[in-house]
């Protein structure tokens, strides 16, 4: 029997499962459904994006008020502080005055490569801070210099030892023979394979 599409469902029917889904001790320890790593994608509809903002706090928040700890990474956030860090502001803002968009996401995706920048600083967020699970946001702030197959790839090495689930506004499709792809903003589809599951697709 096929399972019922979540995503067309009304936004507390998705808070509800997802809210009871991520209590459970089954998923809390990566326990199927036959998922060899503990990534998983929380598609919505890209016009939901202010709705879902308020749900991912209200999850957090009544999680932490079962015992579970949630670190919440925004992405764009995430990024903004690398690029503070590195006093690197005011170069990207007069680099904008002066050259071309094209150029501007060229220097953009070197200071804020998956593999030198972005992952190791969510690592290192995850060793200050104490977590059951981890939610990122913001995966469409960042498009285009942050692409979510690299982040996806690249993390892979970095999250091991507890879920993370990854809020992405738009689809996560078959596209036969056991491939999925990732279709951002619902109109962008990636031709990569990914590894995470639908959780929405996620039965206890």
């Given amino acids: ?117 972005v992952i190791p600083a969510i690592a290192e967020k995850l060793n200050l801070t104490p977590c059951d699970l981890v939610f990122i946001t913001g995966v469409g702030e960042v498009f285009p210099y942050l692409r979510s197959h690299s982040l996806l790839n690249n993390l892979q090495s970095t999250i091991k030892d507890r879920p993370m689930l990854i809020f992405y506004p738009g689809k996560y499709v078959e596209v036969g023979e056991g491939s999925t792809a990732l279709v951002l903003f619902d109109r962008l589809r990636g031709n990569q394979y990914y590894r995470a599951t639908n959780i929405l697709n996620y039965q206890i």
């Fill in 1 to 117: 029997m096929a399972l019922p599409d979540l995503l067309e469902q009304k936004i507390p029917e998705r808070f509800k499962h997802l809210l009871n889904v991520l209590k459970t001790k089954q998923f809390l320890s990566m326990k199927g459904p036959g998922n060899d790593v503990p990534f998983f994608i929380c598609p919505y509809h890209p016009h939901e994006a202010v709705e879902w903002e308020e749900i991912v706090g209200q999850l957090t928040n009544q999680l932490a008020n079962a015992g579970i700890k949630v670190l919440v990474i925004n992405l764009y956030d995430l990024c903004l502080e690398l690029i503070y860090q590195e006093d690197n502001w005011e170069t990207v803002v007069e680099f904008e005055r002066e050259n071309s968009k094209a150029e501007l996401l060229d220097l953009l995706q070197g200071m804020l490569d998956p593999q030198d920048f």
